[in-house]
């Protein structure tokens, strides 16, 4: 077997400004290079509508390049470097992303890294306005659609039964809401309190930039601090996720879409926050469950009962939050859902193999191993543990893994209750 | 046994390890040094559309149900123990999917961790099928309900209703997956004859992505297809009738609960006439591409005006698919004013074709398509599956950079003459229920 040695995932840090960093993971294995400006918000029902909006806005055109379609060629020029930007909703959090992707310079013609920066601070500092606001022409279309992207939830019908699920298990609640926003706040917002709250983000949220690939950390860091820092107002803090897993009997909704199938949702919570260590137990425990295909309810529900063609759990480990899904004819909604609360309570007694034990271990390892493998996976998971306050390496998650047994899960099942069923049912006819 | 041959790509970085084994089976390992994953997987040219076909040693055509050659790889999954290879490698760490196109279906297997462990199974099981009454009968109902999710999904049912009419009698019209009604009339011993058939290992290849020796992958791979005995044999005869050029049907509309209407409009054509150098049709698809990037990519004054008019919402996008003898290409978006959508980008295409394509927008497609096939070298997943479907088609997936450098403005000239024709076109649209 080759040896090559292996990499490390650590980030090493520079200080730009105020709240503000450049985290640099130099590698070879990528041809391309990626750089992430990170900015992180109180997840808030006001706010979450706009922060969700700017970066779609921000993609239209800036000062130098003032039309959508200038911004791209300007891009395609690059041999293709990929502008983006979009929100990540992290616990109690909103992320809000500017990235950039390109082509190392060794495989091109040119000097592509000092030009990526300059489009990608071009597209974060500098958006087209006009008075005191932001472009009204891009901000009303945006805004048009976005509310598109949020009705477009009804085409695909599993995200449809979580966030249903979800929005009734966090009622009242900014985690309640979908990652794009509210139509109510998007309808709210305006080419000036998006210009606002463009400046109050930059000004006074924490912000990272990340950078991952091919380079040399000092020389990349001269090349940000050039074209990223800026004047920093105070520093507002942005504080970690709460998490409850609330008392009571679970609550049971229905709701009928045109559709075949029907997906029969639980919805779990846990009191266990990302940096409680019993977060890895928990793991554990939704691996057990759901996570994998030898876990029992792809075992159960689908292999045992043929109930389903996917049955499956995943756990959110930022929010402490469980859901167990499965797709099934709606006939059989009483038999599936008993079989999937058998599979939760046998998890949580402990009634389980080894080899199950062993199983989940090793999948586990594999799924941390392999975020070394692509830009994305380091940097959000670097950004997602420094947000709740446990910015561990994925070396050191990887050690803690090794350390999980079954009493840990049996334990952790005690911090675990059954909040909601949600059947997202079937009434036939999904076309005519 | 012939030794392997090792290239290097200096322009991608990219190493590759091949040979060829005396049964036929061919072995490749694309380098990837520092990446902690390893994507095995083993791959037969046989898909979807391979529903009439002569075999070797046979003079007279056999005649397979529609969604057969799906149907079978998700039957080799179960192994004759009455264990399932998913919950083996699951327990190993691994995931193992599979996937079928076409004209191919891969077995695959990533792992981190008993890389001749999972390296072994896979060769395994997917050259020991077992095949009951009892267990084909379980499949349907499964396979069923996958085919009840593709009904609900209205991405799926535009591309199809595309593709229904874009085609009169070329097995491109076959739904990978069946009907309900096809994989009904699925036996064992039809799953047996397709297995013999189709999975011999002069039909497969072995690609292999990873911080791996070769030496180990020969080895494995040698170590298994010499216990299993294979003896030489003749190629399959596909029976493709000729698709005439004009479509079956020029439009489709079907209604479904989605929020806006989804819309795809396909042109169909031919590349290059039947009997070409390989190379040479690799280069009039690398043309075909740029083309269409350079027509109606996201550079393109047509894009921008139709997004800023708000005729394009969401998902916009456009795709260039190659079969035996012919192809087609299709754009399509969700949008509220689809017949607006299918004029503008019919105009744009026809404008291109008679004035010609913008040389400016060319140029920038073709750093675009350099960008994207270094992209693709970061990608174990998309790198691997790149190379074996190039492979299927006869052609080679590492010859595209050199290609991009080659190909021509008239090359893409050519493909828009050829395809943008108004007999050539249909158009599909899932529209809102009432």
Known sequence: MATSPVETSVFQEFPLATGMRLMVAPTQKFKRTRVMVILHDQLDAERASKGALLPFIQKRGTERYPSGMDLERAAGALYDADLSGGVYKVGDRQLITYSLDMVNDQYVDGELFGSGLDLLAEMLYRPVTEGDGLKEEYVEQEKRFQIGRLRALVNNKIALARHRCLEEMYQGQPFAQHELGSEEGIMAADARSLLDHHRLILNTRPMDVYIVGDVDPERAYEEVRKRFVGDRGALSTVETTRVNKGVGEPREVVQEERMNQGWLVLGLKTDIPRKDPDRYGMMFLNGVLGGFVHSKLFANVREKASLAYTASSSYDANKGLLMAIAGIDVNKYDQALEIMRKQIDDTVAGDFSDEVLEATRRGLRSQYRMRLDTADGRILFHAGGTAEGAPESIEEATAAIERIGREDIVRVGERLRLDMVFFLKGSGMSSE | ?434
């Not at chain 2, 036996?187 to 290849?205: G, I, Q, R, W």
């Not at chain 2, 970061?378 to 050199?402: A, K």
Request: hydrophobic letters at 35%; one cysteine or more.
């Open chain 2, 1 to 434: 046994m012939v030794s392997p041959v090792t290239q290097t790509y200096e322009a991608l970085g990219q190493e590759v390890v091949s040979t060829t084994l005396p049964n036929g089976l061919k072995v490749v390992l694309l380098r990837k040094p520092g990446y902690q994953r390893k994507y095995l997987t083993f791959s037969t040219h046989y898909g979807g559309m391979d529903s009439v076909f002569i075999r070797p040693g046979e003079s007279q055509p056999t005649h397979v149900p529609d969604g057969i050659a799906h149907f079978l790889e998700h039957k080799l999954f179960e192994e004759p123990d009455g264990t399932n290879v998913l919950d083996k490698y699951s327990r190993m760490g691994a995931s193992p999917n599979a996937y079928t196109g076409q004209n191919y279906t891969v077995y695959l297997c990533s792992l981190v961790e008993q890389f001749d462990e999972g390296f072994d199974l896979l060769l395994d099981y997917v050259q020991n099928p077992h095949f009951t009454d009892e267990n084909v009968h379980k499949e349907q109902g499964i396979i069923e309900q996958e085919i009840q999710m593709g009904l609900d999904s209205p991405i799926r049912m535009v591309y199809y209703n595309l593709i229904d009419s874009l085609y009169q009698v070329h097995p491109a019209r076959i739904r990978v997956i069946g009907s309900v009604e096809s994989i009904h009339q699925i036996t064992k011993e039809l799953l047996y004859a397709c297995h013999d058939t189709f999975y011999h290992p002069s039909n497969m290849v072995v690609a292999v992505a990873g911080d791996v020796d070769f030496d180990d992958v020969l080895r494995l791979t040698a170590r298994d297809m010499e216990a299993r005995n294979y003896q030489p044999r003749g190629s399959i005869e596909r029976v493709i009738p000729e698709e005439p050029l004009e479509v079956r049907q020029a439009e489709v509309r079907h209604k479904m609960q989605v929020s806006r209407p989804n819309v795809l409009m396909g042109f169909k054509g031919r590349l290059m006439a039947d009997g070409g150098d390989q190379r040479e049709y690799h280069r009039r698809l690398i043309g075909a591409e740029l083309a269409l990037d350079a027509v109606l990519g996201r550079s393109t004054d047509e894009y921008w005006n139709l997004y800023e008019r708000s005729v394009i919402a969401s998902r916009y996008g456009y795709s260039l698919t190659t079969y035996p003898g012919v192809s087609h290409f299709y754009v399509g978006c969700e949008t509220e004013e689809p017949e607006a959508f299918r004029d503008r980008i019919t105009d744009a295409l026809v404008k291109a074709r008679d004035r010609g394509i913008d040389a400016e927008r060319f140029e920038e497609a073709r750093k675009r398509a350099i960008g994207d096939v270094l992209s693709a070298m970061d990608d174990l997943q998309l790198l691997v599956h790149l190379y074996v479907t190039h492979h299927f088609d006869g052609l080679d997936l590492f010859e595209r950079r050199e290609l991009l450098n080659e190909v021509s403005l008239d090359e893409a000239q050519r493909f828009l003459g050829e395809f943008v024709q108004e007999n050539r076109r249909a158009y599909s649209v899932i529209e809102p229920l009432s």
